[in-house]
């Protein structure tokens, strides 16, 4: 399996990105794709999760409304929308997998390599 982040960059305070993950490789509806980020100095934190099958979805509590996870089936990718971004939101957003949801780091075996946000103030 591969994991394969794109759509970091720069963008200003209150602005949008969305980022996407592809992912290779089968992907099963029991898996869980998530988002993490982790900023210079800090401990790689939880972002968001969704279930490939069903498309529940988790946030932590600091994005819950303005972030949207979403997975496309057919393209194999996961997507993050992050509206209204604060640019203590600066960081290297990761995609990772795992087998079941879980806002620990540890729990996913596979991890794309990281895309770069940064914002502006």
């Known amino acids: 399996v591969q994991l394969q982040a794109s759509g970091g960059g720069l963008v200003q305070a209150g602005g949008s990105l969305r980022l996407s993950c592809a992912a290779s490789?089968?992907?099963?509806?029991?898996?869980?794709m998530a988002w993490f980020r982790q900023a210079p100095g800090k401990e790689r934190e939880f972002v968001a999760a969704?279930?490939?099958?069903?498309?529940?979805?988790y946030y932590t509590d600091s994005v819950q409304g303005r972030f949207t996870i979403s997975r496309d089936s057919a393209k194999k990718t996961m997507y993050l929308q992050m509206n209204r971004l604060k640019p203590e939101e600066t960081a290297v957003y990761s995609c990772?997998?795992?087998?079941?949801?879980?806002?620990?780091?540890?729990?996913?075996?596979?991890w794309g390599q990281g895309t770069l946000v940064t914002v502006s103030s």
């Open positions: 490789g089968n992907t099963f509806s029991s898996h869980v």
């Open positions: 969704i279930r490939w099958g069903g498309a529940r979805t």
């Open positions: 990772a997998r795992g087998n079941s949801y879980s806002t620990r780091a540890a729990d996913y075996g596979y």
